[in-house]
């Protein structure tokens, strides 16, 4: 397996994308370098890596081996010559050894090319930080939670995604009902209007986007979007130094399920917007026909911080871009019992006095 890491060209030590200040570092001469001034100096090496499109498919004999390995790779670090195995998802690690960061480019070649990348705008202490933040004014957090649980890993990951943009011919037709209701004397009366309903509306929409990985919860990924796509840039290589990446497991196709998905949700709740005069809309159908599609594949930063509590792990993520986060949080049996006891006592409390006024 091919590997290459990016050295300072001053000293040959290791370079590192540093989030916080968006530059390139070394961690032995404390030289820095923009991302500019690395894709130059590297620009020959990566474009021999990059552009090898035409890598020839695997053998029948080569893809036995891989599932004989359990879709493992062993691959050798550039800077200390130690042999080490990584499962066939990896795309960027470290060495178990020396901890130099190694990107396996053959990984990235071909159809796992990505086309753009979100890099890291946020550090590994902002991300501790944040979890902490998360965790204050969860009522049903157990006593001593952040005195208790223990952070074992704290992981920058490029988690692939692919982004559709395009745009769609929206087309609803309904019976619109308009309603009046009044009372005179003792009489209640309600008037009702019924329309026929169309609306047609030309809708665009722009990188919508949906993770490449089996092994990662899309809800949990959904969960900490929007990025920023003003912050995207073209791939290179060189911005996975330091991080972890995997390439995806979850094709195009099947990616596009899930976009459509979203895109109809949105599209439906839009056109029905447009038609919100009424009070409401009955045998209401909505038929949606894409126009234009186009699909990119980016990598995009995401914060893996997993923790133990009480004997169980648990899962926290934040987006290596804007910040946001979601996770897991342990509950306290205790303390979800009183707010159920409370809530049914004042429930009964509330009916207890309404049935005495109505008796009255």
């Known amino acids: 397996m091919d590997s290459i890491t990016y050295q300072c060209p001053n000293c040959n030590g290791a370079l590192e994308f540093d989030n916080a200040s968006g530059r390139f570092v ?19 090496r990566d474009e021999s890596v990059n552009l090898d499109e035409n890598e020839p498919p695997l053998t029948e004999q080569q893809m036995a081996d891989e599932e004989f390995t359990g879709q493992s790779a062993l691959y050798t670090c550039p800077n200390c010559g130690a042999g080490v195995i990584c499962d066939s998802l990896t795309a960027s690690t470290r060495c178990h050894f020396c901890h130099t960061p190694v990107i396996l480019s ?29 965790t204050k004014g969860k009522l049903l957090l157990p006593n001593g939670f952040i005195k208790n649980a223990r952070i074992y890993s704290v992981s920058p990951l490029y988690v692939p995604y692919w982004l559709k943009s395009g745009s769609t011919d929206v087309h609803l037709t309904a019976i619109g009902k308009q309603t009046h209701s009044w009372t005179s004397g003792n009489r209640h009366y309600t008037h009702t209007k019924e329309y026929q309903v169309e609306r047609r509306a030309d809708m665009a929409f722009v990188r919508v986007p949906c993770d490449g990985s089996r092994r990662i919860d899309d809800s949990l990924m959904e969960s900490i979007e929007p990025f920023d796509y003003t912050g995207i840039k073209l791939f290179s290589m060189s911005y996975l130094s330091g991080c972890a990446a995997e390439k995806y497991d979850v094709d195009k196709m099947e990616a596009a399920k899930r976009i459509d998905q979203r895109i109809r949700e949105a599209a439906d709740a839009e056109i029905r917007r447009m038609a919100d005069v009424y009070t409401s809309l009955d045998n209401a159908s909505v038929n949606i026909t894409y126009t234009d599609r186009q699909y990119v594949y980016a990598l995009m930063p995401v914060w893996f911080l997993n923790y ?53």
Not at 106 to 131: C, H, V, W, Y
């Open 308 to 360: 133990n509590y009480n004997g169980k792990d648990y899962a926290f993520v934040m987006n290596g871009q804007t910040g946001t986060t979601f996770g897991e949080l342990p509950v306290s049996k205790f303390k979800k019992f009183l707010l159920s006891a409370g809530i049914f006592l004042i429930t009964f409390i509330i009916v207890f006095l309404l049935g005495g006024a109505c008796l009255q």
């Open 106 to 134: 053959g990984r990235l070649s071909g159809d796992f090319k990505p086309n753009l990348i979100i890099p890291f705008a946020t550090t590994k202490e902002q991300a501790e930080e944040n979890f902490r933040i998360y």
């Open 26 to 44: 070394c961690k032995f001469c404390d030289s820095t370098f923009s991302d500019y001034a690395i894709r130059n100096i590297f620009k020959t």
